[in-house]
């Protein structure tokens, strides 16, 4: 490691981003709330929404997260009627995630989410896709970083 004195957190990229995920939560929490949904529980719709049937797994390396994060999100989820879990037709020892009719009529539901966070950010809709961009590079990147050193 190198001996430098460490930046003051808002010139500290990371900072950056963790303090603007957190603040985008906020604002999206009172519209969750609505939805009866959690902010966790919202990206594992989403990704159901993008393909329905994934196994808990799955789910978990789409959004970056711990199977035993997702595990408890879809326990819920399934409690309220937004999910199902049903054993895999191709392979009995997998269990899939399958939206139910009330999880994927939730999707019409949630655009107010991205209206929202455009509007609240004073980006227009091209400099949020640059960013949204922009920080996807910066996401696989480190990903990278993390496969090189497993």
């Known amino acids: ?12 990229l990371c900072f950056s981003i ?14 969750l709330d609505e939805l009866g949904v959690t902010y966790t529980q919202y990206l594992v719709l ?6 329905n049937g994934l196994t808990i797994s799955a789910i978990a390396d789409r959004l970056a997260l711990e199977p ?13 009627g937004f999910v199902e879990r049903r054993r895999s037709t191709v392979d009995e020892r ?3 995630v399958h939206l139910s009719p009330k999880g994927s009529s939730l999707h019409r539901k949630t655009g107010c989410l991205t209206a929202s966070l455009l509007r609240h950010s004073g980006f227009a809709p091209h400099e949020m896709i640059d960013l949204n961009i922009t920080v996807q590079r910066l996401r696989d990147g480190m990903s990278k970083a993390i496969e090189v050193a497993d």
């Open 94 to 96: 997998q269990v899939e």
């Open 1 to 12: 490691m190198i001996d430098e004195p460490t930046l003051p957190l808002d010139s500290q």
């Open 68 to 80: 035993s994060t997702i595990t408890p999100a879809v326990k819920r989820l399934e409690a309220a």
């Open 46 to 51: 989403s990704a159901l929404w993008e393909k």
């Open 18 to 31: 963790y303090s603007a995920s957190l603040a985008i939560q906020r604002v999206y929490k009172p519209m």
